[in-house]
């Protein structure tokens, strides 16, 4: 960015610096909004916008301490300007600071007070805070690890997908069945263990957020902790046999990580006769632009939003893995790690089966553009390019379950 900023005046450079600095905030991959930043330092470092641009930077960098100090003198040189109060509030809601949150959403929504945004993420600040009071001194939880999961016609791999997570360390399914007209619901009728599933038949369109945000807030204190994940995408732990074993290395942390391994049709044209996790060994490489996508598993009583399906807004700081704090943006992270847990994500499987995934379209309204995806969506994600058996450690014994 060139500008004679002595031929400007003071109110014109903040406005260009923030039309240069909006899009950037919210880029799923702030490498450039950090680049930016560094190089407009010497130039631009006494103006607002550039100020409101590096605290998104260090919140990014998870250095919420440093953010809060920048975010505060903003806001107490532009009291009039929600969106700083906005960026404080979920800054003191990464810090785990829930009673200075409420109050500076409450400021900012005295600014915006029909701000959607605001008024939701305030509203379930409060219903965290509620029912940490009416909960405080019960440790129990009913379940460990929970998964919550829309579902429509997904009759032919459910069950592999059911008894594959309750090998992997799953104690418990929410599920949320969008008008299947297949054997969706004989089949979950048929898993041995009933007891481990919640079952809501829903009409409409009901897609994933509206199922997630019905179970957070009619189980948020039955799980430790909840994995919001679709019926294409398997959970597992890399080393070990049950995800709560890495849970636990994680434990004060309110929100993990975990990354997408994208795996392709193996060449298969049709339904192959095997288990998808034995049919589907090959993936896209490492660098694979959808392997920087993650999905979450959250203490639910932790959650003030669901942002989408693959993220929340919780009240502390996501960590990874390896519990190295990280602020997830659009439902992605810079630097993805999978050295403990990994999603196997089967997006296209055979092309019969993408061919019907695809007329079956996405959990979003009738005549929404975006409903069915172009084939080009789907026939760039058929990537076999790395054989990996991580996952067939679960093989033998799913084997045996799914067809005794």
């Known amino acids: 960015m060139e500008l004679d900023i002595d031929a400007l005046p003071a109110n014109e450079i903040e406005r260009i610096l923030k039309e240069f600095f909006s899009d950037r905030i919210a880029n799923p991959n702030p490498d450039e909004l950090i680049r930016?930043?560094?190089?407009?330092?010497?130039?631009f470092g006494d103006f607002n916008e550039y100020q409101f641009a590096k605290a998104a930077v260090l919140v990014q960098s998870c250095d919420f301490v440093r953010a809060r100090e920048i975010?505060?003198?903003?806001a107490g040189e532009l009291p009039s300007d929600s969106r700083i109060l906005h960026r404080l509030a979920v800054t003191?809601?990464?810090?785990?600071?829930?009673?200075?949150?409420?109050?500076?959403?409450?400021?900012?929504?005295?600014?915006?007070?029909?701000?959607?945004n605001l008024?939701?993420?305030?509203?379930?600040?409060?219903?965290?805070?509620?029912?940490?009071?009416?909960h405080a001194g019960v440790r129990r939880k009913k379940h460990g690890l929970s998964v919550v999961c829309a579902i429509k016609n997904?009759?032919?791999d459910l069950l592999e997908w059911l008894h594959f997570h309750r090998l992997a360390g799953v104690d418990h399914f929410y599920l949320y069945d969008n008008e299947s007209t297949d054997a969706t619901r004989m089949i979950i009728e048929s898993f041995p263990w009933p007891e481990m599933i919640t079952y809501h038949y829903v009409e409409g369109d009901f897609g994933q957020i509206r199922a997630f945000q019905h179970a957070i807030d009619s189980y948020r204190n039955c799980s430790e902790w909840c994995a919001f994940i679709d019926a294409d995408e398997f959970l597992y732990p890399v080393d070990g046999n049950s995800i709560k074993d890495v849970l636990k290395e994680v434990s004060s942390a309110?929100?993990?990580a975990v990354h997408w391994l994208n795996f392709g049709s193996n060449g298969h044209e049709t339904r192959p006769q095997g288990l998808s996790i034995e049919s589907f060994t090959r993936r896209a490489p490492d660098e694979f632009p959808d392997h920087y996508v993650m999905k979450s598993i959250v203490r639910p009583d932790a959650i003030v939003a669901y942002l989408h399906p693959h993220q929340s807004l919780v009240l502390g700081c996501y960590v990874q893995e390896d519990g190295d704090p990280v602020f997830p943006i659009g439902g992605r992270c810079s630097v993805p790690k999978r050295r403990k847990l990994a999603i196997n994500h089967y997006y296209t499987k055979s092309r019969q089966q993408l061919?019907?995934?695809r007329e079956r379209g996405r959990p979003l309204g009738e005549g929404d553009p975006e409903r069915i995806r172009a084939m080009e969506f789907f026939t760039l994600r058929d990537r076999n390019d790395v054989e990996d058996l991580t996952i067939l450690k679960f093989l033998p014994e799913l084997k045996k379950l799914v067809h005794r």
């Open 119 to 134: 008024r939701r993420e305030f509203a379930g600040l409060l219903r965290v805070m509620d029912a940490r009071k009416l």
């Open 36 to 43: 930016s930043v560094k190089e407009l330092e010497e130039q």
């Open 355 to 357: 061919l019907k995934k």
């Open 154 to 156: 997904e009759a032919d």
């Open 92 to 116: 003191h809601l990464n810090m785990g600071a829930a009673q200075e949150a409420q109050d500076t959403y409450l400021a900012a929504l005295a600014l915006a007070p029909q701000s959607e």
């Open 71 to 74: 975010l505060t003198r903003l």
């Open 254 to 256: 309110p929100a993990v």
